[in-house]
């Protein structure tokens, strides 16, 4: 069988990077400021203008600012603008984003066996399979503090152990699956220079529906969507970071050909 997958990455991504949760979700009525939470203003003295929830000076625009970029009276400089923060290597001013959930997607292609039992047009039953994956997604992260980089995951095996049940007419079969999914992943983390990588084998759950129909006394064709959740795995990225949760979701279409003995 072979088949599409697409799906989301999930992990606690504020232990990506020492210091990442730090400032990097302010509290309500505060604004991020150069990698720092401060207060969030509703006014401004004469000579100072509204801007994103802080007030800075209104110079005309005289300071000539970097874009993204304002300037602080207080230290007379310029710093970057609330929900922005500095890239260590550009120094460019950059918006704050976490890699905490994104997209996956891919191809993949297996084997599957299994048996079925029929009593009138009820047929019930059990069946494994194992895909050869290429299931991947990454995504950059800027953090306060200055911390930026990349975070990618890769899945490049699966399988299940499952029950099927259905109902039987004529050539065809249409019937429900659910059971136990694994799946190998690596989670690598990229900042600084750095490439971190750490691999787990994960383990959750499967749910779906299918079509088969019969070719000749022997050939099966099929049509199957499944939704499937890998549970979470805690992945240890070394000096990038503490161990990071992930796991992810991912729903397939697959077409499959199976020869019945």
Known sequence: HVGYARGKQRDNQ????????????????????????QPEVSGCEPGYILMDGICVIDDGGAQNCPVNEVFDAGSGECICRPGYVRNPVTFMCVPFSQADNFDVKGLQAGVHVGRNWQRGSFVYGVEADLDIADIDGASEFAYAGGATGRLAFKSDLQGSLRLRAGYARDMWLFYGTGGIAFARAELTASSSGLNISDSNTHVGWTLGVGVERAFGPNWIGRIEARYTDFGDKDYDLGPLGQPVSSGWTQTSFTLGLSYKF
């Open 14 to 37: 504020s232990e990506v990077i020492p210091g990442g949760g730090t400032g990097s979700e302010c509290q309500e009525g505060e604004v991020l400021v150069d990698g720092v939470c």
